[in-house]
T-cell receptor, first 109, second 113 residues
Framework: DAKTTQPPSMDCAEGRAANLPCNHSTISGNEYVYWYRQIHSQGPQYIIHGLKNNETNEMASLIITEDRKSSTLILPHATLRDTAVYYCIGNNYGQNFVFGPGTRLSVLP | NAGVTQTPKFRILKIGQSMTLQCTQDMNHNYMYWYRQDPGMGLKLIYYSVGAGITDKGEVPNGYNVSRSTTEDFPLRLELAAPSQTSVYFC????????????FGPGTRLTVL
């Protein structure tokens, strides 16, 4: 598994875009970048994943650098309900997910 | 569809007692997982299963046992509970392993006193 590094915490104003960075400089060519979030001790929730190309869904956008050594999760219009711990995971087929400590995002009113 | 359900939601055990945490899924997924999460930490994998009858150890299996007799159920057994097993336990499922999205249950909060 690629080791990922995330800032321990971030703040974002409500209604603004939240940009959560993740470094995964050791990621291999077959490893996907996954993002999950965990709201107040609930079970983690899948957000988005990608391999090389940028991805977008109804929850977020994922921007992966061309060298794939880092990525950014973008929540375009953060709300108070987006306050959570966000996990960035590099993973490959046949491997188990490894959850690090993640980034605690606080959306402020 | 209920997705992934876990029972009980909360439990307090005395040292040395045993219990089984239940996990059931109706997603027809082959892969199931048990994680534990200590306060302020990320999730750690205890055991996983790639299908009925097949289980394997994760990162922190000591003190736990699992079985997988059906696709739907993946119970986690604690024998001789210890304070170090105080944690929140999450069950998850996926259609495949590694690159497939995992779906998590709501968790069981266990305290061992």
């Amino acid at each position: 598994d690629a080791k990922t590094t995330q800032p321990p915490s971030m703040d974002c104003a409500e209604g603004r875009a939240a940009n959560l960075p993740c470094n995964h400089s050791t990621i291999s060519g077959n490893e996907y970048v996954y993002w999950y979030r965990q709201i107040h001790s609930q079970g983690p929730q899948y957000i988005i994943h990608g391999l090389k190309n940028n991805e977008t869904n109804e929850m977020a956008s994922l921007i992966i650098t061309e060298d794939r050594k880092s990525s950014t999760l973008i929540l375009p219009h953060a709300t108070l309900r987006d306050t959570a711990v966000y996990y960035c995971i590099g993973n490959n087929y046949g491997q188990n997910f490894v959850f690090g400590p993640g980034t605690r995002l606080s959306v402020l009113p | 569809n209920a997705g992934v359900t876990q029972t009980p939601k909360f439990r307090i055990l005395k040292i040395g007692q045993s219990m089984t945490l239940q996990c059931t899924q109706d997603m027809n997924h082959n892969y199931m997982y048990w994680y534990r999460q200590d306060p302020g930490m990320g999730l750690k994998l205890i055991y996983y299963s790639v299908g009925a009858g097949i289980t394997d150890k994760g990162e922190v299996p000591n003190g736990y046992n699992v079985s997988r007799s059906t696709t739907e159920d993946f119970p986690l057994r604690l024998e001789l509970a210890a304070p170090s097993q105080t944690s929140v336990y999450f069950c998850a499922t996926s259609g495949g392993r590694g690159t497939d999205t995992q779906y998590f249950g709501p968790g069981t909060r266990l305290t061992v006193l």
